[in-house]
């Protein structure tokens, strides 16, 4: 059983940043490829980013390509979404999820686990 934590939400102005922090527990994190996604109000849970076992492969939706960048560092058994630009529309609840696949999913369900979630909210 992983447990996830994320943080590092908050509140920021438009064009602002911020760093999400996710840190699994166990011993096995470089075992899992290691995703974010996001649920603004009143929308479905959608994929942000991802990022492969080793870091070498990423993923990202098409609107937040060249604004956000995900990375782990494996030796800290944390992965980071760093959050730049930032728009109005990037406000909402953030989430670190962990699949054990080898590949890197884009879906929710292909996840099997997820953190508690953090807030983040861009004002204009």
């Known amino acids: 059983q992983v447990q996830l934590v994320d943080s590092g939400g908050g509140l920021v102005q438009a064009g602002g940043s911020l760093r999400l922090s996710c840190a699994p527990s166990g011993r096995t994190f470089s075992s899992y490829v290691m995703g974010w996604f996001r649920r603004a109000p009143g929308k479905e849970r959608e994929f942000v980013a991802a990022?492969?076992?080793?870091?070498?492969?990423?993923s990202y939706t098409d609107s937040v390509k060249g604004r956000f960048t995900i990375s782990r560092d494996n030796a800290e058994n944390t992965v980071y979404l760093q959050m730049s630009s930032l728009r109005p529309e990037d406000t909402a609840d953030y989430y670190c999820?962990?699949?054990?696949?080898?590949?890197?999913?884009?879906?929710?369900?292909?996840?099997?686990?997820w953190g508690q979630g953090t807030q983040v909210t861009v004002s204009s």
């Open positions: 999820a962990a699949t054990v696949r080898s590949y890197i999913p884009r879906g929710e369900l292909s996840y099997d686990y």
């Open positions: 990022i492969s076992r080793g870091g070498s492969s990423t």
